[in-house]
């Protein structure tokens, strides 16, 4: 079982950046891609980056691809934390981001890009870019 954990949302101005946490912790954390999910009111959960369980190898939306970057730090064995620095923030990227976990082992992540194949989920942080 997976517990995850977002963290660093909050109101930024357009053009700002921020760094969104997903704390990983159970077990077996080396089995599970993690995939960062927006969700905006009324619009279906977005899967927008995602980062496998093996090589690292990660994949990123084109709307986010060269403003977002996903990373992973294995540290803590216990605790995995996975990043998503944001930057060039704009007023459509408010939402509610979640991080999720797919148990799986494919280099290319991309394929655990929906929600229908997510195991675990966390709760979600709000991020708002307005000015």
């Known amino acids: 079982q997976l517990q995850l954990a977002e963290s660093g949302g909050g109101l930024v101005q357009p053009g700002g950046s921020l760094r969104l946490s997903c704390e990983v912790s159970?077990?077996?954390?080396?089995?599970?891609?993690i995939v960062w999910f927006r969700e905006i009111p009324g619009k279906e959960r977005e899967g927008i980056s995602c980062?496998?369980?093996?090589?690292?190898?990660?994949?990123?939306?084109e709307s986010v691809k060269g403003r977002f970057t996903i990373s992973r730090d294995t540290t803590d064995h216990t605790t995995h934390t996975v990043y998503l620095q944001m930057s060039g923030l704009k007023p459509d990227d408010t939402a509610t981001y979640y991080c999720?976990?797919?148990?799986?082992?494919?280099?290319?992540?991309?394929?655990?890009?929906?929600?229908?194949?997510?195991?675990?989920w966390g709760r979600g942080t709000q991020v708002t870019v307005s000015s």
């Open positions: 999720a976990g797919v148990r799986g082992l494919r280099q290319d992540c991309s394929d655990y890009v929906a929600a229908r194949v997510v195991d675990y």
């Open positions: 980062i496998s369980s093996g090589d690292e190898s990660t994949w990123s939306a």
């Open positions: 159970g077990y077996p954390l080396d089995y599970y891609a």
